[in-house]
């Protein structure tokens, strides 16, 4: 069983400012509140292609999930460890990013993919987020349908959390906006 699904949202942003945004996501104390479910972000390594001009990131990030009462203890914890590698091309003006669990693989696969590009509308002003998450639940097969049951609230967890990221990086936007118009004065 896979739950998949995929989102599409317009920041009304140039694509330079959201991916700023997108790198200060973790680090503003004001997003700790707001993005309570991220226990820690780490940078395992970074590199610039010299050759592409490419820069390739890989961040491991912890996460607390809490779940219902009986899959913690099937499952012994409700932290999860996943790796972000991320692949921003300012020569084409892309930055994609992959996530993935790698603790809890045993019971569940999460991967998570963001892309953002220029609004093909209006390039120069808006960014276009598209992101696909898919979960699997690895049951037994005498609780496949509790799997189908974790899966489903597990995706509304991941959406719930989509909509905090957006209100998150909304924000960051607005405030790079504010830093440069009060620069350019």
């Known amino acids: 069983m896979v739950k998949a699904y995929r989102q599409e949202h317009v920041y009304k942003h140039p694509w330079e400012r959201v991916t700023s945004a997108s790198w200060r996501k973790f680090a503003d104390p004001e997003n700790k509140r707001i993005l309570s479910?991220?226990?820690?972000?780490?940078?395992?390594?970074?590199?610039?292609?010299?050759s592409s001009g490419k820069l390739c990131t890989t961040r491991a990030i912890t996460i607390h999930c809490p779940g219902p009462w009986f899959v913690r203890r099937i499952v012994g914890q409700d932290?999860?460890?996943?790796?972000?590698?991320?692949v921003v091309d300012a020569q084409s003006r892309s930055m994609?990013?992959?996530s993935r669990n790698i603790s809890l693989q045993k019971f569940i696969e999460v991967e998570e993919k963001i892309r953002y590009?220029?609004?093909?509308?209006?390039p120069s002003g808006w960014?276009?987020?598209?992101q696909e998450t898919r979960i699997r639940?690895?049951?037994?097969?005498?609780l496949a349908s509790m799997a189908e049951k974790v899966e489903q609230?597990?995706?509304?967890?991941?959406l719930q959390n989509s909509v905090k990221g957006?209100?998150?990086?909304e924000r960051i936007c607005k405030y790079l906006e504010a830093e440069s118009s009060s620069l350019a004065l």
């Open 37 to 50: 479910h991220i226990v820690d972000v780490d940078t395992l390594n970074h590199s610039l292609d010299p």
């Open 79 to 86: 932290i999860c460890h996943c790796v972000e590698s991320t």
């Open 96 to 98: 994609q990013l992959t």
């Open 117 to 122: 590009d220029p609004h093909p509308d209006n």
């Open 127 to 130: 960014t276009v987020c598209q």
């Open 137 to 142: 639940i690895k049951p037994l097969s005498a």
């Open 153 to 158: 609230r597990c995706a509304e967890r991941f």
């Open 166 to 169: 957006r209100e998150v990086m």
